[in-house]
């Protein structure tokens, strides 16, 4: 996609990966618009990027679904989707609050396949469009306390795997990124529980995951993929 003028939403994007890659984008020349619960952060990041702030809870259906048609109809079609919104579980698969399961599946799963499902007929009709999402070696490799967040993160990355063979013949492109750690708050998060941020720690050694990631340098290679 010819990222000149291009219209970007990015979900969760007041910080961390996402306020990185709306920086990103728009250092790209894109029109940005960033998603997120509404915050300070959420309006700093716009306002940096000289784009525009969408205050929504991607934990609630009804917002969800109304995200993409609300954009569009205020900013125009979208050019790139960047399904980037997403939490963490540190709790053990046998004393998780139902709660907390259902929430994360609901960001990291669920919002990713309906926002998808909203642009996808805007982008097909034009002949343009990209598609990204911001997986997890998590989908690919259990680690311990986390299996929720593993379960969804691997359902984005084989949703996209399918995706991508339904769009084969269109010009619409998809990208998942699926990093190791990523220096923000919320693996900030991860290692201050101490217990189950240890575990995730042994185990990512094991694989050889360390050192952490920048996320200025994730952003920049999502762009460059897009």
Same mark, same amino acid.
């Given at each position: 996609? $010819?990222?000149?003028?291009?219209?970007?939403?990015?979900?969760?994007?007041?910080?961390?990966?996402?306020?990185s890659?709306a920086r990103?984008?728009?250092?790209a020349?894109? $029109?940005?618009?960033?998603?997120?619960?509404?915050?300070d952060?959420?309006?700093?990041?716009?306002?940096?990027?000289?784009?525009?702030?969408?205050?929504?809870?991607?934990?609630?259906?009804?917002?969800?679904?109304?995200?993409?048609?609300?954009?569009?109809? $205020?900013?125009?079609?979208? $050019?790139?989707?960047?399904?980037?919104?997403?939490?963490?579980?540190?709790?053990?698969?046998?004393?998780?609050?139902?709660a907390?399961i259902?929430?994360?599946?609901?960001?990291?799963?669920?919002a990713?396949? +309906?926002?998808t499902?909203?642009?996808?007929?805007?982008?097909?009709d034009?002949?343009?469009?990209?598609?990204?999402?911001?997986?997890?070696?998590?989908?690919?490799?259990?680690?311990?306390?986390?299996?929720?967040?593993?379960?969804?993160?691997?359902? +984005?990355?084989?949703f996209?795997?399918?995706?991508?063979?339904?769009?084969?013949?269109?010009?619409?492109?998809?990208?998942?990124?699926?990093?190791?750690?990523?220096?923000?708050?919320?693996?900030?998060? +991860?290692?201050?529980?101490?217990?189950?941020?240890?575990?995730?720690?042994?185990?990512?050694?094991?694989f050889?995951?360390?050192?952490i990631?920048?996320?200025?340098?994730?952003?920049?290679?999502?762009?460059?993929a897009?």
């Open positions: 996609v $010819d990222l000149d003028r291009a219209r970007v939403l990015v979900t969760g994007g007041s910080r961390g990966i996402g306020a890659l990103a984008y728009a250092g020349g894109a $029109d940005v618009v960033v998603a997120a619960r509404a915050s952060e959420l309006e700093a990041v716009a306002t940096e990027v000289g784009g525009r702030a969408v205050a929504v809870d991607l934990t609630d259906s009804v917002a969800v679904e109304a995200l993409v048609p609300g954009v569009e109809a $205020d900013y125009g079609p979208i $050019d790139v989707l960047i399904n980037n919104a997403g939490m963490e579980t540190t709790d053990m698969a046998a004393v998780i609050d139902p907390i259902r929430t994360t599946t609901r960001l990291n799963l669920e990713p396949m +309906v926002l499902r909203h642009v996808l007929p805007s982008m097909l034009r002949g343009r469009g990209h598609l990204v999402f911001l997986s997890s070696i998590a989908g690919t490799a259990g680690f311990p306390t986390m299996a929720t967040y593993c379960a969804t993160k691997a359902g +984005v990355s084989n996209v795997r399918s995706l991508t063979l339904e769009l084969r013949a269109t010009p619409i492109g998809t990208t998942t990124v699926a990093p190791g750690p990523v220096a923000t708050r919320m693996w900030e998060a +991860v290692e201050a529980t101490s217990a189950s941020g240890q575990k995730v720690l042994n185990r990512l050694n094991a050889r995951m360390l050192p990631v920048d996320p200025d340098r994730l952003a920049r290679w999502v762009v460059a897009t």
